[in-house]
């Protein structure tokens, strides 16, 4: 029998909470273990409960859901955390992502999206809009193009394989592992396996950061970003 995903919700609204839940729970394969009221609870609750997966609103009283993410994501980095907010704004997207989330999704989201989200998510593949993964490529490329420093200079990148570095560069691109195999013409599991090596070798959180390594070391570029979406 497969273990269910064990998920935390942390928002400020009750009802939402709720929702939520009904959502999650209805879902054979998800199960709400825990509920937080603020991001200083999310914490606390993330560290008591070790869930999978942390369902983290933005905004919230107290410390916020981009705080909250990078005390969880230095506290307990097994913990993938999925932001949700109400408003479709870059600085939100982008500070949570580079505080370590996972993934980021509206919370005006379909439920297919959101149980799809969090199924992605826990199996290690980055939810973005292609709109807010364009806009965090461009952030990083304006970063990468500020005068370089030494304490500025991005580490050299360790040595990959032929294979690793097509799926490197697929993941910079912002595709799946279902896309990536597609591509590459190999089984999905060949390709969660490739990626949980790429990852180990790059010490890189999840595939949010490796995004932003491979665009951080020129391996794509900002033309190979995904278009966006109206």
């Given at each position: 029998m497969t273990v269910p995903i064990r998920i935390l919700l942390a928002d400020d609204q009750q009802l939402s909470r709720l929702g939520f839940r009904l959502v999650l729970d209805a879902e054979p394969d998800l199960s709400v273990v825990g509920e937080a009221v603020d991001g200083e609870d999310a914490v606390r609750r993330a560290l008591e409960l070790s869930p999978d997966l942390v369902l983290m609103d933005v905004r919230m009283p107290g410390i916020d859901g981009i705080e909250a993410t990078a005390r969880i994501a230095r506290d307990a980095p097994e913990v993938k955390v999925l932001v949700l907010t109400t408003f479709d704004l870059d600085d939100y997207a982008f500070g949570a992502l580079q505080a370590g989330a996972s993934g980021f999704l509206l919370k005006d989201a379909?439920?297919?999206?959101?149980?799809?989200?969090?199924?992605?998510?826990?199996?290690?593949?980055?939810?973005?809009?292609?709109?807010?993964?364009?806009?965090?490529?461009?952030?990083?490329?304006?970063?990468?193009?500020?005068?370089?420093?030494?304490?500025?200079?991005?580490?050299?990148?360790?040595?990959?394989?032929?294979?690793?570095?097509?799926?490197?560069?697929?993941?910079?691109?912002?595709?799946?592992?279902?896309?990536?195999?597609?591509?590459?013409?190999?089984?999905?599991?060949?390709?969660?396996?490739?990626?949980?090596?790429?990852?180990?070798?790059?010490?890189?959180?999840?595939?949010?950061?490796?995004?932003?390594?491979?665009?951080?070391?020129?391996?794509?570029?900002?033309?190979?970003?995904?278009?966006?979406?109206?």
């Open positions: 379909r439920r297919d999206e959101l149980v799809s989200a969090v199924r992605a998510v826990h199996a290690g593949d980055a939810m973005l809009s292609p709109r807010v993964t364009r806009r965090l490529i461009e952030r990083v490329n304006a970063l990468t193009e500020a005068p370089v420093t030494r304490e500025r200079q991005p580490a050299p990148l360790p040595a990959l394989t032929e294979r690793e570095h097509e799926v490197f560069a697929a993941i910079g691109r912002g595709r799946t592992n279902a896309e990536i195999a597609q591509e590459l013409f190999v089984s999905e599991s060949t390709v969660k396996t490739h990626v949980g090596r790429i990852l180990a070798k790059l010490g890189a959180r999840d595939r949010v950061h490796a995004v932003i390594l491979a665009h951080r070391h020129g391996v794509v570029s900002l033309d190979d970003a995904p278009p966006e979406t109206p």
